[in-house]
């Protein structure tokens, strides 16, 4: 009797707590303060990495619901953008502490869509919520400037104003902080924005976008469009083709990046691209190893590999290489755990999606038939399911592989040797990619020759995580164009005004 108690009991509580999350487990799109269907009424599947279940079925929008969003974010701009610094930077935090008070439940949604460890998933909302409180704080330092006049009697005002509707396109690897990280910027700025998440995780946005509205922002300033990868190439169209839009905000594939920068080019359109990276992570001869190999297990594992940041070659030097290989075999065997997100002690998750899983097997496959040798996994764990990809350790890495020029974006390390730092440095930049880099030494003159000769746009030095609301992220080259967070996040969604005061004498 006290068994069946306590079963009853156990399953009550169980019941409970899943009915207190469902709260945020929204299955309508958002368009001007309202969940609503697509006007079609046709529907697509979320589905669960980890075993294919579907979540739930929300919205297939298309180009005729996006225009409409487009148009009710260009009439709330016009409202919007009067709002005081104050006043905006007061709902941004609202809606800090309302993820923050939430931040377990935003967590089983990523989990639940991306695949992710919960462990991870916690640690993307505290980072995604990171955003929202920096970009409340930097809603009012975005200040204008005066510039002494060449001319008597007339003064140089520089403003800066927000430039309208952004339309916000983003991935599933960072569902909840690519949102926070786009909207909470372009609010501070006084922008209002359409956004479209993928079509892997649009849940996050959805949940993200529940609690903009529990924290009083205001109708129209964001709005949430849903589509299948059939509808993004229309959805993404109108998103950067429609007059209304200012600027286009993307974080995705180098390949998806350029389609929209053509799309944007036809109106001149301000861009904000967050693409593709091929991180080297070079470990010099004087690094502390054991450090280097605690920090290549989080810049290579954390999300699985998937991460525009996360390190793709792995340059050692030669005098090191043994040692290096074999202490991040050793850690990759004892700290690697494969499984469904929500189990307990898993730290690698499924990959998201099946073409994911083809894509990073193939360049493994590719990767071995040219010669390189597997240390550590190098196939898929099938009794776990059908995404499940062993973390992998492969050496004997060339430059002719195509695991070495493509990004992996999948949890499989790639050893090469070298012998000098110009041999480093020159490997490091054979690539069109500039995203982040992370540099292993005691040597103070080497770390800031790195600094200034690796051709990335981030470099972290004895580091393996370098993301946070403070600093600027972004890259060069290919891997794209403007900052995000730091003060210059907000000032992507800005244009200068140049205000002339003359006749001040009169
Ligand atoms: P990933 O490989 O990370 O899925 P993608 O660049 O393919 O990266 O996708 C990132 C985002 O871009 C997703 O929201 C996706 O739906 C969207 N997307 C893909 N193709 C297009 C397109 N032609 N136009 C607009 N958005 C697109």
Excluded at 222 to 251: L, W, Y
Aim: overall charge positive; glycine content about 8%.
């Amino acid at each position: 009797m006290d068994l069946l108690r306590t079963s009853i009991s156990k399953n009550y509580k169980l019941y409970i707590t899943q009915c207190r999350r469902m709260h945020l487990l929204k299955k309508q799109a958002y368009i001007n303060g309202q969940w609503v269907q697509s006007q079609s009424k046709v529907l697509f599947p979320v589905t669960n990495p980890a075993n294919d279940s579907v979540i739930t079925e929300i919205p297939d929008m298309d180009a005729h619901d996006t225009k409409h969003a487009v148009q009710v974010a260009a009439n709330t701009f016009q409202t919007w953008r009067d709002t005081t610094a104050k006043e905006r930077s007061r709902i941004l935090r609202k809606w800090f502490d309302l993820c923050e008070k939430n931040s377990e439940d935003l967590a089983q949604v990523i989990t639940a869509e991306s695949g992710k460890p919960l462990s991870e998933s916690r640690g993307e909302v505290a980072y995604g919520n990171s955003f929202l409180e920096w970009f409340a704080d930097t809603a009012r330092h975005i200040n204008g400037e005066i510039i002494p006049s060449p001319w008597p009697n007339k003064q140089i005002l520089l403003t800066r104003q927000p430039l309208g509707v952004v339309s916000v396109i983003t991935p599933w690897n960072f569902p909840f902080a690519m949102i926070t990280r786009k909207v909470g910027a372009l609010m501070a700025a006084g922008c209002t924005c359409v956004i479209k998440p993928s079509e892997d995780t649009p849940l996050s946005a959805l949940a993200a976008a529940e609690l903009a509205h529990q924290a009083g922002v205001p109708k129209g300033v964001i709005n949430v469009v849903t589509a299948s990868r059939k509808n993004a190439p229309a959805v993404g169209q109108v998103m950067c083709e429609d007059h209304s839009v200012g600027c286009i905000s993307f974080t995705g594939s180098t390949h998806v990046g350029k389609i929209l920068y053509g799309l944007a080019a036809k109106g001149v359109k301000r861009v904000a691209l967050e693409l593709g990276g091929n991180a080297p992570f070079i470990v010099f001869a004087s690094a502390d190893i054991e450090h280097a190999v605690d920090q290549a297990m989080l810049a290579k594992f954390r999300n699985n590999g998937q991460a525009c940041i996360g390190a793709n070659r792995f340059l050692i030097h030669e005098d090191v290489y043994d040692k290096f290989v074999k202490e991040f075999k050793a850690r990759i065997g004892s700290k690697c755990i494969l499984g469904p997100g929500t189990k307990e002690g898993v730290t690698c998750g499924p990959l998201v999606n099946l073409e994911q899983a083809k894509k990073v097997s193939g360049l493994v496959d590719d990767a071995v038939s040219k010669g390189a040798k597997v240390l550590a996994g190098g196939k898929f764990a099938t009794e776990l399911g059908n995404k499940f990809y062993e973390s992998t350790l492969l050496i004997n890495v060339k430059p002719d592989m195509n695991i070495f020029t493509e990004e992996i974006f999948g949890p499989v390390a790639t050893c090469l040797k070298f012998k000098n730092e110009a041999e480093a440095l020159k490997i490091a930049n054979s690539t069109r990619s500039g995203l982040a880099s992370y540099v292993f030494t005691k040597d103070l003159g080497q770390a800031f020759r790195m600094s200034q000769k690796l051709e990335f746009g981030m470099v972290a030095i004895n580091d393996g995580i370098l993301s946070a609301a403070e600093p600027a992220f972004g890259g060069i080259k290919e891997s794209g164009i403007g900052r995000e967070g730091s003060l210059h996040g907000v000032e992507e969604y800005t244009d200068i005004k140049y205000t002339l005061m003359s006749g001040l004498d009169k």
